[in-house]
């Protein structure tokens, strides 16, 4: 019996092992056990999200064009939907995990994810999706390494560390979203939390004690990489470390030119690459602070996350006040234009007109346009200033209002209701009247609605999209799928007129941009990729309450080639849960006790699989 299952398991071997040698592109695996476990992040014991039983979750840590396998248990008493927020999913919007394009995972169900990170390298993360889950937890960092035949723009550094930042309520999600369906606003957070940790107690009146705080240990003279997601519900957080300088490298899979900061602001959902020189005499540990930004600071003070930078030669605990952040809360020109103060390319002042009251606006961050490494797409060719813009869409916010009764957000006036049907599946299957391709080119005039309206992209189309904000708070908006390149960002009413400003060089092409209150950005997109892509505030609140829409982009002339087949494990609900197979979870066991044989056969099988879809 033994014997036989042995030589059927050689077989096996030997008919996938031989095509998985050639195969290039190399397979990696994880398993996510989603749970709930208590945490006492700020003192309050609260149950959180958890990876694995770990909080934040573990970092997913591959190279450029691997291929990801993801298989998530969903232990929570919700549905579940994991998303890789800046994660391109090149040709499969099957794996992008949001509602509008996946099923959910039902409670106590298991669902594999399968994506190849493909042509990006650098910085991102993910995080549970679905009803706010983000703001208990269930969070980790995401990176893509290069391979060593794509250098990256500075020397392998000697250390590489992802860090998670984020505002941090005591009241767990389901406690945030009744708040939210009860029409009142969440409030000010209770902290920040850093790598899932309270701050350390740098105060004794604002911090009680026995808290557990993060500590980075590092060794002297040395460059590390550090990778900072800003993974929290709603606010902008500046982020520093006592006396050293952060050289900002690369922001979600884009070398940007290097420049020193003594500190950044970090919008909810975008990430940063600094390069960290130890270059301090260790006379003590060092602070690294992530603060509440464009609030009153003296109402906000302990929505302060306060970790410790410790040298291993250190000779003694840090002390004193905190590291000053900028002293600008109520000026928000400031954050805009960071970037200009001291030194930049060339390239950038030649290119355009750039003033507003005499200093140069833009985000902070430009495009080494000289660096090697992975390219946004049109594949090669970072020249976006010349290509004609195909479709023009000017989205506007507002701050919540109310619709039939219910406080709601919206995008152009549209406030989006999810499909019971994915959009892609409905297409699959040719369900009529679950979405309307009807999204506003322009914001609506009328009263607002709520809505399943959706962008009508044209394959192969530039887009050009302007975020118009006229909320009292930054937004930062996230588009999948794509990398799009920020061109533009200016206070007051975006106008034709304004496209004279836009940068048409070397702006950084990214997936999440921030907009200020009563300020515009703009984007331009390469609708290169086949799908249907979320296109939302990462604000959780917002979100959840309907300020998302999708880009809908199809290939008139389907193939495999442009648009992977969907995955033989969809999921099908809505109108088509009749044809989901019940899963047998009775016999559905912890990772942990699964024989390593098995997990072989998994291992093999799913790359088998992958190999053929190729
Ligand atoms: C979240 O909090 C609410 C009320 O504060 C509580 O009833 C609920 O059990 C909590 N949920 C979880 C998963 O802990
Ligand atoms: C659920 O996990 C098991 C391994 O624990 C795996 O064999 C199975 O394929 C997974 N199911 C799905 C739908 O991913
Ligand atoms: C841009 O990248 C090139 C090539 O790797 C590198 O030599 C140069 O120092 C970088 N420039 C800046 C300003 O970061
Ligand atoms: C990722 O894995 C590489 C080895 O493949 C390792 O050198 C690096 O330190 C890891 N990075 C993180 C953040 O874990
Ligand atoms: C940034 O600061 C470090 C010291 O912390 C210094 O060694 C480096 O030369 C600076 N780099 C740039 C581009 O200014
Ligand atoms: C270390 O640096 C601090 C701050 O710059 C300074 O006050 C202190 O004297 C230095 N200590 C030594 C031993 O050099
Ligand atoms: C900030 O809050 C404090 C305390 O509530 C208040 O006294 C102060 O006037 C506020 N500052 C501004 C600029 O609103
Ligand atoms: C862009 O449009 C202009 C005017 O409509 C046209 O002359 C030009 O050839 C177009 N450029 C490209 C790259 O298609
Ligand atoms: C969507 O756009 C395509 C062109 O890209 C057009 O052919 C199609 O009619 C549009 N669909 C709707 C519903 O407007
Ligand atoms: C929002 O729009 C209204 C009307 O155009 C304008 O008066 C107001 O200043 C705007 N507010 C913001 C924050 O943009
Ligand atoms: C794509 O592949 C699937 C199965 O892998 C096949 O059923 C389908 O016909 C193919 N579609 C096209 C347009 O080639």
Redesign the pocket.
């Known amino acids: 019996m033994v014997a036989s299952s042995f030589l059927s398991f050689l077989c096996f071997c030997i008919v996938f092992l031989i095509p998985l040698c050639i195969a290039e592109d190399p397979t990696a695996f994880y398993n996510f056990e989603v749970s709930y476990i208590t945490a006492s992040p700020l003192g309050v014991p609260q149950q959180v999200i958890a990876i694995n039983g770990k909080f934040p979750g573990p970092t997913i840590n591959v190279t450029t064009n691997n291929n990801v396998v993801v298989n998530v248990r969903n232990k929570l008493d919700e549905h579940l939907l994991m998303h890789w927020s800046g994660i391109q999913q090149r040709r499969s919007s099957w794996e992008d995990g949001v509602l509008g394009t996946t099923c959910p995972i039902p409670s106590k169900w298991n669902w594999t994810y399968q994506f190849q990170v493909k042509d990006q390298i650098g910085s991102f993360f993910y995080f549970p999706s679905l009803n706010m889950q983000r703001a208990s937890g269930g969070f980790g960092s995401f990176i893509i390494n290069n391979r060593a035949v794509i ?4 020397d392998t550094p000697y250390g590489d560390i992802t860090v998670t930042i984020g505002d941090w309520y005591t009241r767990n999600h389901t406690a945030l979203r009744k708040a939210l369906d009860d029409g009142k606003d969440l409030g000010m957070p209770d902290g920040v939390l850093i790598n899932g940790k309270g701050p350390y107690r740098y105060n004794d009146k604002l911090v009680p004690d026995g808290i557990d705080y993060e500590t980075i240990t590092v060794h002297p003279g040395k460059t590390y990489r550090i990778r900072v997601s800003n993974v929290g519900v709603s606010t902008s957080l500046n982020f520093r470390i006592q006396n050293h300088n952060l050289l900002l ?1 690369e922001t979600e899979g884009s ?5 020193n900061y003594s500190n950044l602001d970090i919008h909810v959902g975008q990430t940063f690459s600094f390069l960290l020189t130890t270059d301090q005499n260790a006379s003590s540990d060092y602070y690294i602070v992530a603060s509440a930004r464009f609030v009153n600071e003296s109402r906000w003070q302990r929505v302060t996350g306060v970790g410790i930078l410790k040298y291993t030669n250190s000779k003694g605990k840090a002390s004193g006040p905190l590291p000053d952040p900028p002293r600008d809360q109520f000026d928000k020109t400031f954050s805009m234009n960071q970037g200009q103060i001291n030194q ?2 060339g390239a950038l002042m030649q290119y355009g007109s750039y003033s507003y009251k005499n200093i140069y606006v833009y985000s902070w961050e430009w495009w ?6 992975a390219r946004p797409n049109p594949q090669g060719s970072f020249r976006y200033g010349s290509i004609n813009v195909t479709e023009i869409y000017v989205l506007r916010n507002l701050p919540p209002e109310k619709i039939n009764g219910k406080r709601r957000t919206t995008l152009s006036g549209v406030s989006f209701v999810n499909p019971k049907t994915p959009i892609r599946l409905a297409d699959k299957y040719k369900l009529k009247g679950v979405y309307k391709l009807d999204f506003p080119t322009k914001p609506l005039t009328g009263p607002p609605r709520l809505e399943t309206s959706v962008i009508n992209g044209t394959y192969r189309g530039f887009m050009e999209i302007i975020l118009q904000n006229n909320d009292t708070k930054v937004h930062s908006y996230h588009l999948s799928g794509y990398a799009f390149f920020v061109v533009g960002m200016d206070y007051g009413v975006w106008t034709e007129n304004s496209r004279g400003t836009y940068n048409k060089w070397d702006g950084i092409a990214r997936a999440t941009a921030q907009v200020y209150p009563g300020a515009w950005t703009a984007i331009l997109v390469s609708l290169d990729n086949v799908g249907v892509w979320n296109l939302r505030t990462e604000n959780l609140d917002a979100w959840y309450l309907g300020q998302e829409t999708y880009v809908h982009v199809v290939n008139p002339e389907p193939n495999n080639k442009t648009e992977l087949p969907m995955p033989d494990n969809a999921l099908f609900c809505g109108d088509l849960s009749k044809m989901q197979k019940p899963q047998d979870i009775s016999s559905a066991k912890s990772f942990e006790s699964n024989g390593s044989m098995l997990l072989l056969t998994i291992f093999l099988l799913v790359s088998a699989l992958f190999y053929i879809y190729q």
């Open positions: 250098p990256i723009p500075f490298a070398y940007t030119v290097q420049q930049f390319g080494n346009v000289s660096a090697s490494g």
